[in-house]
Antibody, heavy 122, light 107 residues
């Protein structure tokens, strides 16, 4: 059974750096093709794709946020970490991590974490 | 980025109605189109992948079609548990952009 769970601060100040951790079970990020992605959703708004990391450390970023994002993995801990610099109130959102079964053969997010709400405010 | 446009943004329907939601891509995405259902306070749930492949456990009243730039999600007979927001997502290229969502409400 695949599960994912996001953790990190619920409140950050403007200009600070956000660090979120996705801890997962039921799969390994050393399995060929597998990936973990991050998606966010501002309150009452649509989903926004942020970043994705694959088993072979291939990393993909949203071009509009690439300069602010870093995604890393710790295979031994079954964790993926997303950092976002220079946080602004418009970055207030629920942040989700999700499982991608395969880079090319199954291009979906089939399991999602519960999400974590991050508020940016001074 | 590939832009995904859904229509309508919201709709009101009754139980038993046939509902169709449209998603249009700004360029061809072949069949790399997924549909998700999201209920308030919950994470999205994958319904359909590659335009028409129903995920395991998803009721057969849900179906998807299309290729290239135009896609549809159809609910053949709306049930009370189907009132939710539906998102399309392209997985043809990075970033895997989502549509703006279609909220299906009770009439």
């Amino acid at each position: 059974q695949i599960t994912l769970k996001e953790s990190g601060p619920t409140l950050v100040k403007p200009t600070q750096t956000l660090t979120l951790t996705c801890t997962f079970s039921g799969f390994s990020l050393s399995t060929s093709g597998v990936g973990v992605g991050w998606i966010r959703q501002p309150p009452g708004k649509a989903l926004e794709w942020l970043a994705l990391i694959y088993w072979d450390d291939d990393k993909r970023y949203s071009p509009s946020l690439k300069s602010r994002l870093t995604i890393t993995k710790d295979t031994s801990k079954n964790q993926v970490v997303l950092t976002m610099t220079n946080m602004d109130p418009v970055d207030t959102a629920t942040y989700y991590c999700a499982h991608r079964p395969h880079r090319t053969l199954n291009r979906v997010f089939d399991y999602w974490g519960q999400g974590t709400l991050v508020t940016v405010s001074s | 980025d590939i832009q995904m446009t859904q229509s309508p943004s919201s709709l009101s329907a009754s139980v038993g109605d046939r509902v169709t939601i449209t998603c249009r891509a700004s360029q061809s995405i072949d069949i790399y189109l997924n549909w998700y259902q999201q209920k308030p306070g919950r994470a999205p749930n994958l319904l359909i992948s590659t335009a028409s492949s129903l995920q395991s456990g998803v009721p057969s009243r849900f179906s998807g079609s299309g290729s290239g730039t135009d896609f549809t999600l159809t609910i053949s007979s709306l049930q009370p548990e189907d009132f939710a927001t539906y998102y399309c997502q392209q997985s043809y290229s990075t970033p895997g952009t989502f549509g703006q969502g279609t909220k299906v409400e009770i009439k």
